[in-house]
Nanobody, 112 residues
Framework: QVQLVESGGGLVQAGGSLRLSCAVS??????INWYRQAPRKLRELVAS???????NYADSVKGRFTIFGDRAKKTVYLQMNSLKPEDTAVYYC????????WGQGTQVTVSS
């Protein structure tokens, strides 16, 4: 059974940083996505890392967020710098897309 467990969310001031973690069990850390969902908004893809290490980012986070993995720890991270209030959302780790596996989410709140 594939399980994804996020951690690292919290409250931070605008301009600050957070690092989210996604611990993966029951599968490899290949092809992991980070999504987020803000109140009254649709869930959006924030960042992804493919099997070959290729990374992709939403335009709104390019240059501020970095996704990377640690195979030994079976964990994928989302380093978030220069945070803005509009980054406030619940962040979800995902494997396999919309119909794949999801973590429980971790709340990120950025105060202005």
């Amino acid at each position: 059974q594939v399980q994804l467990v996020e951690s690292g969310g919290g409250l931070v001031q605008a301009g600050g940083s957070l690092r989210l973690s996604c611990a993966v069990s029951g599968s490899s850390i290949n092809s992991i996505n980070w999504y987020r969902q803000a109140p009254r908004k649709l869930r959006e893809l924030v960042a992804s890392i493919t099997t070959f290490g290729t990374t992709n980012y939403a335009d709104s986070v390019k240059g501020r967020f970095t996704i990377f993995g640690d195979r030994a720890k079976k964990t994928v991270y989302l380093q978030m710098n220069s945070l803005k209030p509009e980054d406030t959302a619940v962040y979800y780790c995902n494997k396999g897309g919309q119909y794949g596996y999801w973590g429980q989410g971790t709340q990120v709140t950025v105060s202005s």
